[in-house]
T-cell receptor, first 111, second 114 residues
């Protein structure tokens, strides 16, 4: 399974964009990159996923580099409610639906 | 309905007790998951069911016994647990047959073993 590396913590000012990096240099060509977040004491919440192209939805944008070895999750206007642990996950397509969490990044949005 | 419902929300049990955690979804998802999460750690995968059959067991001790009685329900039977098994137990579900799909998580059952 492709391993992901994320910074353990980041800070962001409220109203500014939060850019969360993820390194997945061993990703295979048909593996998706998923982002989830977990607000304290709640279940993880899906944010976005992508394969090769950049993706955007109502929550965030996902920028995947051309070589697919890294990606960035962008929260365009961070709010205090975006304070959470953000997990970048590479999902293998030959592992019987395995979804494995790494250590994630604790994003703290400050007023 | 895009919810995964877990019951109970909190559970305290003694080491000799038998209890069960329940998870339910009505999204037509045929892959369901149990995770265990200790404080300040990421969720750890325990079991995966696909089409009501156990497809992944991450070497979980036999005191945890999963069951998938139908496509909407997932149970986790607990027996003779240890205090170190105290954790947040999370259930999730996804569509089966595709990896281009999001997982929906329940809010978890916070288990305390005394």
């Amino acid at each position: 399974d492709a391993k992901t590396t994320q910074p353990p913590s980041m800070d962001c000012a409220e109203g500014r964009a939060a850019n969360l990096p993820c390194n997945h240099s061993t990703i295979s060509g048909n593996e998706y990159v998923y982002w989830y977040r977990q607000i304290h004491s709640q279940g993880p919440q899906y944010i976005i996923h992508g394969l090769k192209n950049n993706e955007t939805n109502e929550m965030a944008s996902l920028i995947i580099t051309e070589d697919r070895k890294s990606s960035t999750l962008i929260l365009p206007h961070a709010t205090l409610r975006d304070t959470a642990v953000y997990y970048c996950i590479v999902r293998p397509q030959s592992s019987n639906y395995k979804l494995t969490f790494g250590k994630g990044t604790l994003l703290t949005v400050n007023p | 309905d895009t919810e995964v419902t877990q019951t109970p929300k909190h559970l305290v049990m003694g080491m000799t007790n038998k209890k069960s955690l329940k998870c339910e979804q009505h999204m037509g998802h045929r892959a369901m998951y149990w995770y265990k999460q200790k404080a300040k750690k990421p969720p750890e995968l325990m079991f995966v069911y696909s089409y009501e059959k156990l497809s992944i067991n991450e070497s979980v001790p036999s005191r945890f016994s999963p069951e998938c009685p139908n496509s909407s329900l997932l149970n986790l039977h607990l027996h003779a647990l240890q205090p170190e098994d105290s954790a947040l137990y999370l259930c999730a579900s996804t569509l089966a047959g595709t990896f281009n799909t999001e997982a929906f998580f329940g809010q978890g059952t916070r288990l305390t073993v005394v």
